[in-house]
């Protein structure tokens, strides 16, 4: 049954199956850094955003196998240093990394570190927000991976690693507010190499230290997931390994994440995939089982106290539908909907939802690096997903565009792909740019252009533009969706001008259609 499960699962099958089982991954997207808790009977999740604003994505499910987003917990990444601002565009790959969340005194609390910036917290009554404003803890660099945890006796720890000094982990106490951290307190509680993915849980009385870090099997490195226990928050701790992780081609390293329990008292374990490819870091859901007081992910298939990848299985509760996986978006709210996030903290006067009520207005910015599509502000994105069909479809009304402007819908990672328009000397042109290498097409007499990037499992997108929205022709080569900065592929538009500060475009739909779960 495993085996084909893992077979759905690479033929693009993923999450609820409709039957009452689901598939791995359950989001086939870059939901990277996850950390997961149970408040009643609703679940919650985080995902690490990096350089993308607003920062740190909250998930919420009612199964565990079905999540969609609410909001995020920094709308400003300026909050945590200039370097994220649209005129420095500086933190690729950097800002918000894993953290975790917790339910304390009526209260969500949200902990992370940036590796440059430090420590940073906030807490809220409502996952959805709003969010208190953050709060940096520790003002440090070479920190990350970190987890609050209150003990019984109302006393707060953190526990993380400092990566810059060969991956020692510490535990440290906090402050009865939980916004400083009482160094004094702090001992390194455990180290090996690369040693992060902290959580830390008490359960029957018991404390466990959750982590991963990576060891060499078959001559191949690989991320093991370790767990340490003791009856005392300082150990000693006796350690074992939870589940065996075997490399990309096999089971794509299922590492960081973190421990949930039912309604009902079953485990199990939210995971991402840590090979990236172009669909990011996907998330995943493991069941997990107890033996002789010791969580074991995965399924134990040869009986060696270890468990292994899980591609599949019966849903944890029934009675929730399946979720619909849409992130299209006609922009006739007063804000934006949670799947989207600029690529750094965008320039508040270049865009606008109220200018024209029921589009969404990107004027141009000027790049900070002329020819350089990476140091364009106000690119608006979202993540792109793996499935047997991915079609993203964007109409833009392009009457407003001046000399000079280029504007369309865009694919980005570690490389980027444009297709849009660029106005010169008065005429619009269709453009097609894989990063840095342009074809040209014919000129543009409409005021309104449909642009359309199609791709297949494979992460192959080709492209496509129309100026009716009914007939649509093929323009510029296949371009492959890949992996860059910790993040997967991000699609989305994009207005710039590298003249002036002139034109603007009205994006009057995005329209992303995901093959169903079940296809």
């Known amino acids: 049954m495993e085996d084909n499960y893992n077979l759905l699962s690479k033929k693009g099958a993923w999450g609820d199956q409709g039957d009452g089982t689901y598939v791995n991954p359950v989001l086939p997207g870059d939901y990277s850094d996850p950390d997961a808790i149970r408040v009643g009977d609703d679940y919650y999740a985080i995902s690490s955003t990096l350089h993308c604003s607003p920062g740190m994505a909250v998930l919420h499910s009612k199964d565990l196998v079905n999540w969609s987003m609410i909001g995020h917990v920094v709308p400003d990444l300026t909050s945590i240093g200039p370097e994220y601002d649209y005129d420095r565009m500086n ?117 466990y230290f959750f982590h991963s870090e990576v060891r060499a099997r078959g001559g191949v490195e690989a991320r093991d997931v370790m767990m340490l226990r003791s009856e005392h928050i300082y150990g000693p701790y006796e350690e074992k390994e939870i589940i065996h992780t075997h490399g990309k081609e096999i089971d794509r390293e299922p590492n960081q994440g973190g421990l949930v329990q039912t309604v009902s008292g079953d485990w199990y374990f939210i995971s991402h995939q840590g090979s990236g490819a172009h669909e990011g870091r996907p998330l995943h859901l493991l069941p997990v089982t107890w033996v002789d007081g010791w969580p074991i992910i995965g399924d134990d298939t040869d009986g060696d106290g270890v468990g292994e990848m899980v591609w599949g299985g019966r849903k944890p509760i029934n009675g929730h539908p399946a979720t619909v996986l849409s992130t299209s978006d006609d922009f006739d709210r007063a804000d934006l909907k949670p799947y989207w996030e600029w690529n750094h903290q965008p320039r508040a006067d270049k865009w ?168």
């Not at 409502?126 to 003002?139: I, M, Y």
């Not at 510490?170 to 507010?177: A, F, Q, T, V, Y």
């Not at 990476?374 to 792109?384: E, H, I, M, P």
């Open 91 to 207: 933190r690729y790959g950097r800002g918000v990394w894993a953290g975790a969340i917790r339910f304390h005194k009526y209260k969500y609390w949200v902990y992370f570190f940036t590796p440059d910036e430090g420590l940073f917290m906030s807490t809220a009554t409502d996952p959805a927000g709003p969010w208190e404003p953050l709060h940096r803890v520790w003002e440090v660099a070479g920190w990350d991976d970190c987890c609050p945890f209150w003990d019984d006796d109302g006393q707060g720890y953190l526990v993380a690693t400092h990566f810059a000094d060969n991956y020692n982990i510490h535990l440290i106490k906090l402050s009865e507010d939980g916004k400083e951290l009482l160094h004094d307190s702090g001992r390194i509680i455990h180290q090996y190499k690369g040693s992060e993915a902290n959580k830390l849980y008490k359960i029957n009385g018991t404390y």
């Open 352 to 519: 606008s939802l109220t200018e024209r009520p029921g589009y969404l207005r990107l004027h141009a910015c000027q790049p900070i690096d002329r020819d350089n599509f990476f140091t364009v502000c106000n690119v608006l994105s979202q993540r792109a997903f793996r499935t047997i069909h991915n079609e993203a479809t964007v109409k833009i009304e392009i009457g407003g565009m001046a000399d000079g402007q280029e504007a369309g819908l865009c694919h980005f990672a570690k490389t980027y792909c444009t297709v849009g328009v660029q106005q010169l000397n008065g005429t619009r042109v269709l453009k097609f740019n894989n990063s840095g290498t342009v074809v040209w097409g014919p000129k543009l007499t409409s005021t309104a252009l449909w642009l359309r990037s199609v791709w297949n499992i494979d992460g192959i997108s080709r492209f496509e533009y129309s100026v009716d929205g009914e007939q649509f022709e093929s323009f510029g080569d296949a371009y492959q969706l890949g992996w860059g900065n910790y993040r997967g592929d991000r699609i989305g538009v994009y207005s710039l001008n590298g003249e002036s500060e002139q034109g603007y475009i009205d994006v009057d739909h995005f329209g992303y259609e995901v093959a169903g779960s079940g296809e």
